[in-house]
């Protein structure tokens, strides 16, 4: 199951991965024996439906959440180690940002805690508001932008340490689509200015086929590898791709596969 | 690439050049002005009818001024006997403000403590809740037989009076941190004294100033509390000196002082709060 599209060491690899959650009146097994390899560099969305353990994958790769069995490597070493290195950013779905700091504070954040500061990266802050079209709102706080700018915010400080890996949990889940739409253009050149490997947790078939270079679909309870679908479309995207009929056969075969999970 | 134009909120520089010829602006602006008065006057309304009120039951129904006194009578008194008064409004004063310093400051290192260690929240919050069980009055004679006539029981009862609600306030100020900000605590490995000063501390200080806003009367009320244990000095003492020689001007003067003393810790604690909390969208205000 497991595809590598490179020769280089995987960003991620996961080798029979499983984790269970016990509640008072439930036993759940968000992931069962899950194997996956996550190239340098590559763009994987993840798709499926509620309960397929999405969420799951990334928190155990960004080590907010250890599995019950199997092994997990990032960056080749143990997640806590590459979380403690600062190689992983993580994008939340409510974008999480500090109330009481402006956008730029907000950025500064990682390198004000857990030793960040010896970690600036390649870009200042206050470069990244501009690469995610925010300069003129860095004094603003975040009540005071609307949803897709918080979300920039938060993609901006997810990048301020120059992470290697990307983690992004539905972060454009709550938008509108315009907005939605625009935020998907940006990732994507966001992902290719910074070569960052990223994941990405969506419900929608259009996004996770807009962005990625590979679909991993997975199936719900147990939450378990469905199917690796290769995204075979040109890598200079446009919204305009979506009405392609590569895109449609693409989305249709997901669509496909998604009902019969 | 020019995306960002739409989602750019309005900002008073892109109106100004024509908001004086602007009549939609214009009606708005005068609306404004008109529910800025209104939040103005109506309060001043309604203290001067009930003072009216006040007077014109005196005036009717023929109240003997020993029962209670005019309005007038007790600004004459206000104006006449200010240096008695004053005299013991700073005693009173002193003892509310040391009380509020003490118990919010000892409410808030019980609750940093608290939620970094649960067993000792748990052993000892049932303790704190005992009491706070207790009625204020019946804790008065208590502090006054352990700790003598001084200020230091008035303090200490002021004080007591204020720990309770700071402290369930700011537990549930530094626990109910938004759970997606604590995970990106940890996403960027921060400690937990980073946690606290950057995260919890901040997402605390509006519970804490809503405890603040409690305790400003509150102190008050304990000082005098306090003070009717046995005390010569203080607006406690001078209420009951005022009753139990049927002055009733000088009882009605004691009140207004000691109401007035809560009013200015409540105003203090108010314009702290607008200089301290400078993040929240204003209508939260």
Excluded at chain 1, 146 to 164: E, T, W, Y
Excluded at chain 2, 2 to 29: F, G, K, Q
Excluded at chain 2, 91 to 118: D, M, Q, R, S, Y
Excluded at chain 2, 185 to 205: G, Y
């Amino acid at each position: 199951m497991a595809a590598v599209l490179s020769t280089a060491a995987p960003a991620i690899a996961c080798r029979d991965i499983g984790v269970r959650f016990f509640t008072e009146r439930r036993d759940v097994t968000a992931i069962k024996a899950l194997d996956l390899d996550v190239a340098q560099g590559e763009f994987l969305t993840l798709l499926g439906p509620s309960g397929c353990g999405k969420s799951t994958l990334l928190r155990v790769v960004a080590d907010l959440q250890p599995p019950s069995k199997g092994s997990i490597r990032v960056l080749s070493v143990a997640p806590d180690a590459a979380r403690a290195n600062r190689d992983i950013g993580f994008v939340f779905q409510d974008a999480a940002l500090l109330p009481w700091r402006t956008a730029l504070q907000n950025v500064e954040l990682p390198l004000q805690v857990g030793g960040g500061a010896g970690r600036k990266g390649r870009r200042s802050p206050m470069e990244l508001l501009e690469l995610v079209g925010l300069k003129d709102r860095a004094n603003a706080y975040p009540h005071e932008l609307s949803g897709g700018q918080r979300q920039r915010v938060s993609i901006a400080r997810a990048l301020v340490c120059d992470p290697k890996i990307l983690l992004m949990d539905e972060p454009f889940g709550a938008l509108d689509e315009i907005t939605r739409d625009r935020l998907n253009v940006e990732i994507r050149q966001v992902w290719k200015e910074t070569g960052v490997t990223i994941l990405f947790v969506t419900h929608s078939i259009h996004e996770a086929a807009f962005l990625g270079q590979r679909v991993l679909m997975l199936a719900a309870n147990p939450g378990r590898v469905r199917e690796i679908v290769p995204v075979d479309l040109p890598d200079d995207r446009t919204l305009d791709l979506r009405e392609t009929p590569a895109f449609v056969q693409l989305t249709a075969h997901l669509r496909r596969v998604l009902e019969s999970c | 690439m020019n995306t960002r134009s739409i989602d750019v909120p309005l900002t008073p520089s892109t109106r100004d050049a024509d908001a004086a010829s602007d009549p939609e602006y214009l009606a708005w602006s005068a609306a404004r002005k008109r529910r800025a008065m209104r939040r103005r006057v109506l309060p001043v309304l309604g203290i001067v009818g009930l003072m009216v009120l006040w007077w014109a039951a005196i005036e009717v129904l023929h109240v003997k001024p020993f029962i209670a006194p005019s309005p007038g009578a007790v600004l004459q008194t206000l104006i006449d006997k200010r240096a008695v008064l004053f005299d013991n409004l700073w005693p009173t004063a002193l003892e509310a403000a040391g009380g509020f310093l003490l118990g919010n400051l000892a409410a808030i290192v019980v609750a940093t403590v608290f939620i970094h260690n649960k067993t000792i929240e748990d052993i000892f919050f049932p303790v704190v809740l005992a009491f706070n069980a207790v009625p204020l009055v019946a804790k008065a004679p208590v502090l006054v037989l352990i700790m003598g006539n001084g200020m230091e029981p008035k303090i200490t009862i002021a004080a007591l009076v204020c720990f309770f609600p700071t402290l369930v306030n700011m537990v549930r100020g530094l626990e109910s941190v938004n759970p997606q900000a604590m995970e990106l605590m940890r996403v960027l490995s921060a400690s937990k004294t980073e946690i606290f000063f950057r995260l919890r501390l901040f997402n605390a200080l509006p519970y804490l100033f809503s405890a603040l806003r409690i305790s400003a009367s509150m102190c008050v009320i304990g000082a005098v509390v306090g003070e009717w244990v046995g005390s010569t000095v203080g607006i406690g003492a001078l209420i009951l000196q005022a009753t139990f020689n049927f002055d009733s001007p000088l009882l009605y003067a004691a009140i207004v002082m000691s109401a007035t003393l809560s009013g200015a810790f409540f105003l203090i604690v108010t314009l702290a709060e607008r200089w301290v909390i400078r993040w929240q969208p204003e209508s939260v205000h």
